[in-house]
Antibody, heavy 123, light 108 residues
Framework: EVQLLESGGGLVQPGGSLRLSCAAS????????MTWVRQAPGKGLEWVSA????????YYADSVKGRFTISRDNSKNTLYLQMNSLRAEDTAVYYC????????????????WGQGTLVSVSS | SYVLTQPPSVSVAPGQTARITCGGS??????VHWYQQKPGQAPVLVVY???DRPSGIPERFSGSNSGNTATLTISRVEAGDEADYYC???????????FGSGTKVTVI
C-alpha cells in the first residue's frame, strides 16, 4: 500500500525558514517523480514544486522560485521542501504527491497524496 | 502562464448528471486530469488522461476533452459525490503543472 506522510509544518515568523519532509513507502520511491502542492485556507490547489525520480531535474512555481528548494533522498525514501524567506501568503496545507512516471512529463498526474502538513506564517 | 477556468459551483439533484467544465486555450491538445477533494481530506484522482479512471473509481465518473474545454461528467449523482473538483494539466511553455480554480459540487 502506497503511503505518504508529511511532517515539519508549524508556525513560523515572516522571513523565517522551515523544512518539510515526506516519508514514502509501498512503492519504489526512486522510480517516480514527486511533487509538492499547497492549499491556502479556503482556497484551491496550487502546484509548488516537482522533482524527477533521480533528483536531477527540479521545477518551481513562480511564486516560490528562489525561496524554496525541493530535494529527495532516495536511500531514505524521503522527499523534502526547504522553505526560506517565508511570507504570510505561504500559509497553507502542504501536500506531497506521487507522480505517475520517473520524470516530469506533459502527461503527468498525481496518483497518491499524503494527508498534508500545515504551515502558518505569522508574527 | 496557462490558465484553467472552472465554474465556482455546480448544483445537481440526486440521480441527475453533473457536468464540470475546465476551460483553457487549446486544452484539447493537452492531457487533462481531475481530482475530487472532500472537506478536510487530501485530493483523490478520479480521471486521468482526459477520460481514463483509476481502479476503484466508479464508472459514473467520466471525462472528455476537445477544443478549448475539458469536461468531467458525474452520472447518477449521489450525496457522497458532494466535493470540490479540480482539473490539472502540464504547461510546456512554462514547465509548470497547473490546477484549475476548482468547482464545488452541491447535491441538492
Amino acid at each position: 500500500e502506497v503511503q505518504l506522510l508529511e511532517s515539519g509544518g508549524g508556525l513560523v515568523q515572516p522571513g523565517g525558514s522551515l523544512r518539510l519532509s515526506c516519508a514514502a513507502s509501498g512503492f519504489t520511491f526512486s522510480s517516480y517523480a514527486m511533487t509538492w502542492v499547497r492549499q491556502a485556507p479556503g482556497k484551491g490547489l496550487e502546484w509548488v514544486s516537482a522533482i524527477s525520480g533521480s533528483g536531477g531535474s527540479t521545477y518551481y512555481a513562480d511564486s516560490v522560485k528562489g525561496r524554496f528548494t525541493i530535494s529527495r533522498d532516495n536511500s531514505k525514501n524521503t522527499l523534502y521542501l526547504q522553505m526560506n524567506s517565508l511570507r504570510a501568503e505561504d500559509t497553507a496545507v502542504y501536500y506531497c504527491a506521487k507522480d505517475r512516471r520517473p520524470t516530469v512529463t506533459t502527461v503527468g498526474y498525481f496518483d497518491y497524496w499524503g494527508q498534508g502538513t500545515l504551515v502558518s506564517v505569522s508574527s | 502562464s496557462y490558465v484553467l477556468t472552472q465554474p465556482p459551483s455546480v448544483s445537481v439533484a440526486p440521480g441527475q448528471t453533473a457536468r464540470i467544465t475546465c476551460g483553457g486555450s487549446n486544452i484539447g491538445s493537452k492531457s487533462v486530469h481531475w481530482y475530487q477533494q472532500k472537506p478536510g481530506q487530501a485530493p483523490v484522482l478520479v480521471v486521468y488522461d482526459d477520460s481514463d479512471r483509476p481502479s476503484g473509481i466508479p464508472e459514473r465518473f467520466s471525462g472528455s476533452n476537445s477544443g478549448n474545454t475539458a469536461t468531467l461528467t458525474i452520472s447518477r449523482v449521489e450525496a457522497g459525490d458532494e466535493a470540490d473538483y479540480y482539473c490539472q494539466v502540464w504547461d510546456s511553455s512554462s514547465d509548470h503543472y497547473v490546477f484549475g480554480s476548482g468547482t464545488k459540487v452541491t447535491v441538492i
